[in-house]
C-alpha cells in the first residue's frame, strides 16, 4: 500500500463517519445539546471539516475551501474568519446554528476532496518535511496529517454519540 493509500483510507473512514452521523437529522437534533457545556452534532461535524480544511490546506499551500468554496458566507456564523473552533466556549459553539444537514455534509465533501487530492501525490520522505517549528520537537508533515485524523475521529465518535443520546436518550 502506498502512503496515499493509507491516508486516503484514514481520511475515508471519516468521511464515512460525517456521512452517517448527519443522514436524516432534523435541524433541532443537529442543534441539540446533551448539557450546558457540551457540544452540539452541528458543530461538532463543522469542527471537524474547519480543522482539516484549515490544516491540510495550509501544508498543501492552497486557500481553504472554507473561503474558496464560499462556505463561509453561506454559513453565515457570527465567527472570526478563521476560526476552526479550538477553544470555543459554550457560547461560542451556540452560535453554529441555523447550518442544514446538507451544508454541513457539503463543506465536509469539498473539504475532503481536497484532501484526497493532496495526500493522492505523497511520499513517504515527504512524510518527514518539517511543516511547524513553533513546537518542540518540530512538527513534521506526517505527524500533521495524524493529528488531523485523530482530532476528526474522536470529534466523528463524539457526534455519532450525541446522535445515539438523541435516537434513544
Given at each position: 500500500m502506498e502512503i496515499g493509500e493509507l491516508l486516503a483510507d484514514a481520511f475515508g473512514r471519516v468521511q464515512g463517519e460525517v456521512a452517517g452521523?448527519?443522514?436524516?437529522?432534523?435541524?433541532?437534533?443537529?442543534?441539540?445539546?446533551?448539557?450546558?457545556?457540551?457540544?452540539?452534532?452541528?458543530?461538532?461535524?463543522?469542527?471537524?471539516?474547519?480543522?482539516?480544511?484549515?490544516?491540510?490546506?495550509?501544508?498543501?499551500?492552497?486557500?481553504?475551501?472554507?473561503?474558496?468554496?464560499g462556505w463561509e458566507e453561506r454559513f453565515g456564523l457570527d465567527l472570526p474568519p478563521g476560526d476552526t473552533g479550538y477553544g470555543h466556549t459554550p457560547e461560542q459553539v451556540a452560535k453554529v446554528a441555523g447550518v442544514s444537514g446538507k451544508d454541513l455534509l457539503g463543506y465536509y465533501e469539498a473539504v475532503h476532496a481536497n484532501t484526497l487530492e493532496y495526500v493522492?501525490?505523497?511520499?513517504?520522505?515527504?512524510?518527514?518535511?518539517?511543516?511547524?517549528?513553533?513546537?518542540?520537537?518540530?512538527?513534521?508533515?506526517?505527524?500533521?496529517?495524524?493529528?488531523?485524523?485523530?482530532?476528526?475521529?474522536?470529534?466523528?465518535?463524539q457526534a455519532a454519540y450525541v446522535r445515539g443520546l438523541i435516537e434513544h436518550g
Open positions: 452521523v448527519l443522514d436524516g437529522l432534523s435541524q433541532e437534533d443537529l442543534e441539540a445539546r446533551p448539557g450546558p457545556g457540551a457540544n452540539s452534532i452541528a458543530w461538532l461535524v463543522w469542527h471537524i471539516a474547519r480543522v482539516q480544511d484549515d490544516h491540510v490546506s495550509e501544508v498543501a499551500d492552497r486557500e481553504q475551501a472554507w473561503t474558496a468554496g493522492a501525490a505523497l511520499s513517504a520522505a515527504d512524510l518527514d518535511r518539517v511543516v511547524d517549528t513553533r513546537w518542540t520537537p518540530h512538527v513534521t508533515l506526517g505527524v500533521r496529517l495524524v493529528s488531523v485524523i485523530d482530532d476528526n475521529q474522536q470529534h466523528g465518535g
